[in-house]
């Protein structure tokens, strides 16, 4: 009987055997069977071994069963069945005698409740203990078969789940003979996953779409535990984690997991290919681009930067406003703020430190960028050079106003002429009379005297008008310069004053006019020595004369007081001078008398800080550059 119970793992068979035994030992009229469900019993089993079959009520049952279970009687419980289930139930079911053996697991738990119906013998102390050995072995037999059944069912519930994977799954012996697949993978090949077990994993080097010398198409280094590669196959490509695992060669088994990354590969290659792009696109931008965070720090610079003269240390993690000039740092931060608020700036223009540490004017377009909230991630600043453009457009201005004024310079200048022309030869006629007295010849010397002056001045007013042309011919530079160094007698009203000539004399000659050079250079002297008598030291000037790309440059130099405003210096009655000792008119006809021989001036303050020099280009003596010259002169 045990062999037979523990032979009996089946819950349908384990039932009908225990029945048949019990009912054997005590030669019962039925038997009835209850199992435990959940919290209550429910019975599984009725079997009628002699007399006439009545129907059960199974649920009154089930519930006299748990009822009398809740007692807590023993193990064995036997008696009249009106005593134990009850008048009513006994009388309607037509028991007479009933034993009631309770089936307890391992843990005391209650696994069920045999009943044994109206026996026809007594029970004996022996038959008592074959119920007793019954009952035990019924509950270990029981306690087997569910647990055999939730092995099956896990196993059923586990071959469900692999084939459920969508993921293709192959797991093979060391010699690369297929153990297990899952369904997808047997779709993939065009197979039923029984019809691949047992074959060699070459079988599915349709998938590997490659010609490959192992065995397995999926294996990578051998001996490894674990490893990950990818696969491409055709248009598909799989992430491939692979597993080794038992111990020996006999019971060690590979997995293969190949995951299809198709559709992340065509992301990431698009994604990739956009990164790409917006880099190209970032990157030969004429323009310098910077990425701000909100604290104000540059997180990053494209190419355009670093070719610009920046390296990556100057302006990856320090305060972008640290490179605006102090002056104008407060424009930016309010750009700035309004950006941190979600409103772009329009275009600002302001002066920015370049990588040569040079300071340069720059358009600035300052954007918030948002994140996946709306909420403002950090800030993108684009910058341009606009120097060159800014002093084009200075330039233009100047000349624009140098026009204007020109015009109205030369309309007053042609105006006075008149009168004074007047005055001068009236006053030469009546120095020339002899009834005049000496005391009014006296005053007519003097209204003579200012005459003449005021002449003068309108000379220089008719010369900035270029009203007067210029007479052109082959000039030394340097014959005119020392021209004017012996006419201006530094030594004599300067005091401790020292003039260095720096010249070279193998440079070519100009083609101008020899009198308005003469009047620049000087000019640009008695500035400069009013410059250095106002700073009270020791003066210095300093004259150097060199060839340049084809064009005479001639440089003074002084360590006087510098100018406050370079841009203006050539601006019509523009000066810094007292009033009554200047009229602003010296620098601006200079100005005129430079552009007229085709050439150029500057003025800018020495690096040094102490005092300013001034840069003067005309073209050098060549025959395509005097017929330029002389078709200028012609036109103006």
């Not at 068979?13 to 069977?33: C, K, P, T, Y």
């Not at 959940?38 to 009545?54: D, K, Q, S």
């Not at 029984?194 to 070459?202: A, F, H, I, M, Y």
């Not at 070719?307 to 309010?334: H, M, N, T």
């Amino acid at each position: 009987m045990s062999s037979a119970l523990k032979a009996s793992l089946r819950l349908p068979e384990f039932v009908a055997r225990v029945a048949r035994q019990a009912s054997e030992i005590l030669d019962a009229r039925a038997a009835v069977l209850a199992l435990t469900r959940g919290a209550g019993l429910e019975i599984v089993l009725e079997n009628t071994c002699r007399g006439p079959e009545r129907k059960t009520d199974r649920a009154v049952l089930n519930a006299a069963l748990i009822q009398l279970n809740q007692k807590g009687f023993g193990p064995i419980l036997s008696g009249r069945a009106q005593h134990l289930i009850g008048v009513e139930l006994a009388q309607k079911l037509g028991w007479q005698r009933l034993c009631v053996v309770w089936l307890t697991g391992t843990e005391g738990d209650l696994l069920g409740a045999l009943c044994l119906v109206d026996w026809q013998k007594e029970i004996s102390k022996k038959d008592h203990g074959l119920i007793e050995a019954l009952a035990e072995h019924a509950s270990m037999a029981l306690e087997n078969s569910r647990l055999f059944s939730r092995i099956e069912h896990s196993k059923r519930q586990w071959v469900e789940d692999f084939d459920a994977i969508s993921d293709l799954i192959v797991v093979h012996d060391p010699a690369n003979v297929i153990v297990r697949v899952n369904r997808s993978l047997a779709e993939t090949v065009g197979a039923r996953p029984s019809e691949l077990v047992g074959k060699s994993t070459r079988a599915l080097s349709v998938i590997a779409a490659h010609e490959t010398q192992l065995d397995c198409p999926f294996c990578g280094e051998p001996g490894a535990a674990q490893q990950e590669s990818v696969l491409s196959s055709g248009a598909r490509a799989f992430l491939i984690s692979s597993s080794r695992i038992g111990a020996g060669e006999e019971g060690s088994r590979t997995i293969h997991v190949l995951k299809d990354i198709t559709e992340q590969r065509r992301y990431q290659t698009q994604l990739q290919r956009e990164r790409d792009f917006n880099t190209k696109i970032l990157n030969n931008t004429q323009s310098m681009i910077l990425v701000v965070d909100t604290a104000g720090l540059v997180s990053y610079a494209n190419r355009r930067c670093y070719e610009s003269g920046y390296a990556k240390s100057d302006l990856v993690g320090r305060a972008l406003r640290e490179f605006i000039s102090g002056s104008r740092r407060a424009r930016f931060d309010q750009a700035f703020q309004s950006a941190l608020r979600g409103i772009a700036s329009e275009q600002i223009e302001l002066p920015v430190l370049r990588g040569n540490r040079s300071t340069g004017q720059f358009s600035i377009t300052i954007s918030p960028m948002r994140d996946e909230e709306g909420h403002v991630s950090s800030i993108v600043v684009v910058l341009t050079d606009v120097t060159d453009a800014a002093i084009l457009q200075g330039q233009l201005r100047h000349s624009e106003k140098m026009a204007a004024v020109g015009q109205l310079v030369a309309g007053v200048a042609h105006e006075i002429n008149n009168p004074l022309a007047a005055i001068v030869g009236y006053s030469d006629l009546l120095l020339e009379n002899e009834g005049i007295p000496e005391i009014a010849k006296e005053e007519l010397r003097i209204v003579l005297k200012e005459a003449e002056r005021t002449k003068e001045i309108v000379q220089n007013l008719l010369r900035f008008a270029r009203q007067m042309p210029p007479k052109r011919e082959d000039i030394d530079i340097h014959v005119v310069l020392e021209q004017v160094l012996q006419l201006r007698t530094y030594g004599s009203s300067g005091g401790n004053l020292e003039i260095v000539e720096d010249f070279d004399k193998t440079i070519p000659h100009v083609f101008g006019d020899a009198h308005q050079l003469q009047q620049v250079f000087l000019n640009i002297l008695n500035n400069a020595h009013d410059a250095i008598s106002e700073s009270g030291r020791s003066g210095n000037i300093r004259i150097t004369t060199r060839e340049c790309g084809g064009k005479i440059e001639i440089a003074v130099r002084d360590n006087g007081t510098g100018v406050s405003d370079a841009a203006r210096i050539f601006e019509p009655f523009y000066t810094t001078k007292d009033v009554g000792k200047g009229t602003g008119l010296g620098l601006s006809i200079c100005y005129g008398i430079v552009k007229e021989h085709g050439g150029e001036i500057v003025c800018v303050n020495n690096t040094d800080g102490i005092g300013c020099t001034f840069v003067i280009q005309v073209p050098a003596v060549e025959a395509k550059a005097a017929e330029a010259v002389l078709a200028g002169s012609t036109e103006l």
